[in-house]
């Protein structure tokens, strides 16, 4: 059975910095290419960023392009999200999850982890 654990989240002023982590097993992690989704309380789930099998690739979408690094260790089965220069707007429970390459996600959400960033 997939289980994808994400932790790290927390409260932080704007401008400041988090690291997020999602343990991944049940998988052969390094098969999947894998990503990060958010959702802001009262909003639909969003797509923020997404990493190759490799990590070779990455994809990020606009509202975080620059502030945002996703990253992973697939000897640990792990993914990582750094989020830099946060902003309000990017209060949300942040999952991560493995991708198809149509961008459909394979397996069921974890619990998530809360980032609240405060002005």
């Known amino acids: 059975q997939v289980q994808l654990v994400e932790s790290g989240g927390g409260l932080v002023q704007a401008g400041g910095s988090l690291r997020l982590s999602c343990a991944a097993s049940?998988?052969?992690?390094?098969?999947?290419?894998m990503g990060w989704v958010r959702q802001a309380p009262g909003k639909e789930r969003e797509f923020v960023t997404a990493?190759?099998?490799?990590?070779?690739?990455?994809l990020y979408a606009r509202s975080v392009k620059g502030r945002f690094t996703i990253s992973r260790d697939n000897a640990k089965n792990l993914l990582y999200l750094q989020l830099s220069s946060l902003k309000p707007d990017d209060t949300a429970v942040y999952y991560c999850?493995?991708?198809?390459?149509?961008?459909?996600?394979?397996?069921?959400w974890g619990q998530g982890t809360l980032v609240t960033v405060s002005s």
């Open positions: 999850n493995a991708r198809d390459y149509e961008g459909n996600v394979l397996f069921a």
């Open positions: 990493i190759s099998r490799s990590g070779g690739s990455t």
């Open positions: 049940g998988l052969t992690f390094g098969a999947y290419a």
